[in-house]
């Protein structure tokens, strides 16, 4: 089949990459000529919302995908008016507002933080009157690895930072969370259903630094904090398992879901928050590339073009790790038993995601072992955050 995706990043690169052997064909759309994709398909060079691009992708796709939530409304309705454009349109536009995201949420009976619009400085003390201080304050829209948004302590800075970021805002209270957790959900177009097992995540300024799959059992206390007397023991992951994916398949029923849907979460004394959702492949899923026996991006490809979904099968515990800004010595890496790289072919530059390495192992402990190699290996990357050392 004859795919196209809005995008032509790294995700899009996967997702061709995978999607080949399938027998498929990809066309993306970037405005770069020579994007990452580019190895695996052909490249329409132009903006997302011109209108000559998204014709071409239209006359050279059967289905249409995206590898990023924040496609332009109407040129995902341009294309759904052509041929089948999935996720749908509808789950875009959820995604791409933080309010409408959670607004959804708790129309489901999800569990979130407490939560207040904000517009302007005058909305400021209804907002912490909800969500208490400490608080988040983002923007709505756009905002990826940290950007846009702010934690403040006081209304003083609560008033500061919305004068700092404009209007369109939401107010977030600061969860204390015991982990930040992650599931894949995929819909296919016959109604099949598969989901990964919770991914337990890692970042450090608000980038994505560390994953491990499955989720450990276990969640140490933070330093100096005794563990909640409210957390389940150990063996409470099972159930979280079905508690995630009984809230991704909420999620899923409501927005008449197609592809792959990821769905962040925080772990609060045994309980699961909803934070945000991305209508596609995600970062947190890369591991499967390694660690599953059908990765997110097939399973993605296979849900879009009405093949039946591949049921994952997990090979052993594996870790994700970022590499941001610059490469490291890529002989060293492939020196360590078990990693895997994964380079993107993007120019290296402060903060950016040019590639990642997963690790596997025979065990959690194996795995952790190696992941700290490979991070001693990550130029400027300092200490492995304390969190993710085990």
């Known amino acids: 089949m004859r795919i196209g995706i809005l995008g032509g990043g790294q995700l ?26 580019g190895v695996a398909s052909t490249v329409v060079a132009a903006a997302y919302d011109d209108p000559d691009g998204l014709a071409a992708v239209a ?76 608080a988040v304050i983002k923007t709505r829209r756009l905002g ?56 337990e995540n890692h970042h450090e300024g608000g980038i994505l630094r560390v994953s491990y799959a499955p989720a450990p059992s276990l969640v140490p206390p933070r330093a100096s904090e005794p563990a909640p007397s409210s957390v389940p023991s150990p063996d409470r992951t099972p159930s979280l398992q079905a508690t995630a994916e009984r809230l991704a398949s909420l999620v899923l029923d409501r927005l008449d879901y197609v592809g792959v849907l990821a769905i962040e979460l925080f772990e609060h004394q045994g309980r699961l928050l909803a934070n945000e959702m991305a209508p596609r492949v995600h970062n947190s899923g890369h591991w499967t590339l390694d660690g599953a026996d059908v990765s997110q991006f097939e399973n993605h ?38 990693a895997h790289l994964h380079i993107y072919d993007k120019t290296p530059r402060p903060g950016r995601k040019i590639g990642h390495i997963n690790v596997t192992g025979s065990d959690e402990a194996a795995v952790k072992h190696a992941t700290a190699r490979v991070w001693k290996l990550l130029p400027g990357a300092g200490e492995l955050p304390r969190a993710a050392r085990g």
């Open 12 to 37: 899009a690169r996967m997702l061709a990459l995978e999607g080949i052997p399938l027998g498929h064909r990809f066309t993306v759309l970037e405005r770069a000529p020579d994007p990452p994709a």
């Open 301 to 338: 490809i296979r849900a879009v073009t009405g093949m039946p979904l591949a049921a994952p099968r997990v090979r052993g515990p594996t870790a994700m790790v970022n590499i941001i800004g610059e490469l490291p010595n890529l002989g060293a890496v492939a020196a360590i038993p078990g």
């Open 59 to 134: 006359r050279a796709s059967e289905v249409v995908t995206y590898e990023f939530e924040n496609v332009p409304a109407e040129s995902a309705a341009f294309l759904a008016a052509r041929l089948p454009a999935l996720p749908p349109p509808g789950a875009l536009q959820v995604a791409q507002d933080r309010l409408a995201e959670k607004r959804v949420f708790r129309e489901l009976g999800i569990a979130t933080a407490p939560f207040h619009p904000v517009d302007g400085p005058a909305d400021v003390e209804e907002a912490v009157a909800v969500t208490g201080v400490p």
């Open 144 to 199: 990826y690895d940290g950007k846009g948004q702010v934690v403040v302590r006081s209304p003083g800075e609560a008033e500061a930072a919305v004068e700092r970021l404009g209007a369109g805002l939401i107010a977030e209270r600061f969860v204390a969370f015991d982990r930040e957790l992650s599931v894949l959900a995929v819909a296919g177009r016959d109604g099949g259903r598969a989901f990964y097992p919770l991914t």
